[in-house]
């Protein structure tokens, strides 16, 4: 659109609009550089007086219609100032926008009703959005249909960008359009405020160092959480669980609502988790607090564990991170340590058979019996890199396993039926079991993960 249209097209409007200089420089949004559209609607204004000034001099009558519009529909003071001038008193008062209903004039007031709601928010960044009462856009779109304008910007953009200034200039925070810590919605023109607080997320590693502890709270069977004599009324079906003893701390620290456990995989609830422990991501959905000192949480997490679970490495993650540590589970090398005993004494040339077997050794583990009721029934390969034994009696050893992620380690030692083949039974040609099972590694590539 070339510059003489533009203002035609700006006369035309003012003629049937009463329209603020917002809503008329959103108009032609994508005309200038570095404008707001309130420069851009007082900037036409002001060329539209420019010419109907000059048109009052030959043409009185054309002259002071345009002058007219410009202050009973264009709310334009100098206008006004200019019909006082000359003696023309019977000037009718300017209407509220025929677009906005006022909403463009009122954006600080918008401002502070999101900045009063974030006030108990600890925040670095921020998304302003918008809910706008549809007849505003109706009238928008009325405007731009009948008079052909097509280069203009939604007034939901508009209003996105202008509140998310005014808010984050005041707080001296971060727009954010990825990732905000939080994203404020407000209904216009109620200016009510709707948070959506998203969650903060801290990585770490953790050792279990007592069995008999799953590593995320487990809803009673039975009860299904609501608390029976099964569960005593706990609505679980353990009394605690490695999540549930991170968790407190971190919730009081960050005063968040609740939290979500995420890690990389999980050992079986008689397992102890040892070495350099398991990575995990803990969620903290709604924190009022963001920054905490980590090292703090850790020394406070293993006091109040009681030597039950141990934390290390806390840092600040993303949901990235999470997806990785979870996701990296089963491609990420394990080490266990296993105590297994057979049926019939082994002699220790069989054991040195089992030693000399070929590595890497390739398994193919169809899903367990144990976990069929929640994992689907499918062949696996999985891979042993080494395999150590240390004889413990005649009828048990200890065998240190390094493998890929994701191996059922007591089927392997088991061959759980013929559905692991080959397992250390088959290797070994004599029934054998896992009696106790302990993670010693879950290697993770920290300096990969996305921070
Ligand atoms: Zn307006
Ligand atoms: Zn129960």
Redesign the pocket.
Known sequence: MTLGKTITSAKRILRKYTICDWCLGRQFAMQGYGLTNKDRGLALKTLLLMTGTETYHDNPKQGLTLIRHLVEHGQYQPAREFLLKEGITDIKPSQVCDICQGVMDRLPEAAQAAIQSLQDWEISSLLIGTRIDPTIIENEEQLRSELQIDSGEPIKAELNREIGKLVTEEKGIDVDFESPDVVALIQIPKFSVDLEVHSLFIYGRYQKLKRGIPQTRWP????????????K????MYAESVEELIAPVLLELTQGKDVKFHGAGREDIDALMLGSGRPFVIEILSPHTRTIDLQKAIKRINKSTKGKVKVSNLRFANKDVVKHVKGGATTSKKVYKALVYVESPIRQDTLQTLQSVSLPLEVNQRTPHRVLHRRANRTRKKRIHTLEIVPVSSKSFELTISCQGGLYVKEFISGDEGRTVPSIAELLGTPAVCKQLDVVTVEIEEDQLPW
């Open positions: 009673c069977r039975e009860c299904g959480g609501k608390g029976c004599q099964r569960c009324n706990t609505g679980k």
